[in-house]
């Protein structure tokens, strides 16, 4: 059974950072994009930022330069360490990814979710 398993949430003041964790256990061939999405009260889940196996990177507008994500592929780990943060940032941030069980299957898309972990920036 594969889990991805997040820490790192908590309550910080506007200007404030912090790091996110997601790691993913259970037994799996390989993992292909992982990410970070955030969900609002009253807003729909949103892409974050993702990271590809080989290192590539995608920010939704708002947090560039400000989030940095990164993946730690012997760990099966990713991160995403917030800076600067905003009380817009306020959510329940969820981390992704996509996962192969075997080698020779071929998901499409994200297949497998955290738990969430919340966030909550003070003005």
């Known amino acids: 059974q594969v889990q991805l398993v997040e820490s790192g949430g908590g309550l910080v003041q506007a200007g404030g950072s912090l790091r996110l964790s997601c790691a993913a256990s259970?037994?799996?061939?390989?993992?292909?994009?992982m990410g970070w999405y955030r969900q609002a009260p009253g807003k729909q889940r949103e892409l974050v930022a993702a990271?590809?196996?080989?290192?590539?990177?995608n920010y939704t507008d708002s947090v560039k330069g400000r989030f940095t994500i990164s993946r730690d592929n012997a760990k099966n780990t990713v991160y995403l360490q917030m800076n600067s943060l905003k009380p817009e940032d306020t959510a329940v941030y969820y981390c992704?990814?996509?996962?192969?069980?075997?080698?020779?299957?071929?998901?499409?898309?994200?297949?497998?979710w955290g738990q969430g972990t919340q966030v909550t920036v003070s003005s």
């Open positions: 992704a990814a996509e996962i192969r069980k075997v080698w020779y299957s071929n998901p499409k898309g994200v297949n497998y």
């Open positions: 990271i590809t196996s080989g290192g590539s990177t």
């Open positions: 259970g037994s799996f061939f390989s993992i292909n994009g």
